[in-house]
């Protein structure tokens, strides 16, 4: 008899962790997936049409509406929110934003707030948010807690490191820090593998 328990507290133990966590609006009715970001959105370093909000357009059911401004901060975000992302019936925004925040020294505390502040605001439309999180082995890594701490709180799809293996390989790369067309299909394919489950 307590073999049996066991396995049932076992199995019972492995179900819980198996589970997806809670998303909020889940149910979300919205027509379009909105990618919102930066240059990494945007596609610099890469041809028109070779970006990855294209690129998950071809993996995904439903249009894909590309958001990204090259040099964007968190700042810039919240005031092109509106017209950029709220007004354009989303269902799931991907929100990718830090590294232009990071390159002008605003306080990593500021960064985290906006970003709180945009995921209510497209949470309060109806929308489901997937938070990402550009970081890659010790880059940008003292973010990474922080965002995965934030998607939690927000009850976000979390995208981790999304530049894992490609920061550190050059021919994924344009520069130093931007993905090529290479580059950013391996991103569309990171991105669609954390959101499918919830747009199916």
Do not use: W
Request: include cysteine.
């Amino acid at each position: 008899m307590k073999k049996f328990k066991f396995i049932f507290v076992v199995l019972l133990i492995c179900l819980c962790g198996c589970a997806k966590p809670e998303i909020r609006n889940v149910n979300a009715k919205g027509a379009n997936i909105i990618c919102f970001g930066d240059s990494i959105t945007f596609g610099y370093g890469a041809n028109q049409g070779e970006d990855y909000p294209t690129a998950l357009g071809k993996l995904v059911n439903l249009p894909v509406i590309n958001a990204g401004v090259d040099g964007d901060t968190t700042f810039e975000a919240l005031e092109r929110l509106e017209g950029d992302v709220l007004d354009k019936d989303p269902r799931l925004v991907i929100v990718e934003f830090c590294g232009n925040d990071f390159l002008k020294k605003v306080p990593r505390a500021d960064t985290v707030r906006n970003l709180a502040e945009i995921i209510d605001r497209i949470q309060a439309k109806g929308a489901m948010v997937a938070l990402v999180d550009i970081s890659a082995g010790v880059f940008f890594r003292e973010y990474r807690r922080e965002f995965k701490k934030l998607a939690t709180q927000k009850k976000a799809i979390f995208v981790p490191v999304l530049l894992n293996k490609i920061i550190t390989n050059p021919a994924m790369k344009s520069d130093f820090f931007h993905p090529n067309a290479r580059g950013y299909q391996v991103i569309a394919k990171r991105i669609y593998l954390a959101i499918f489950e919830y747009i199916k």
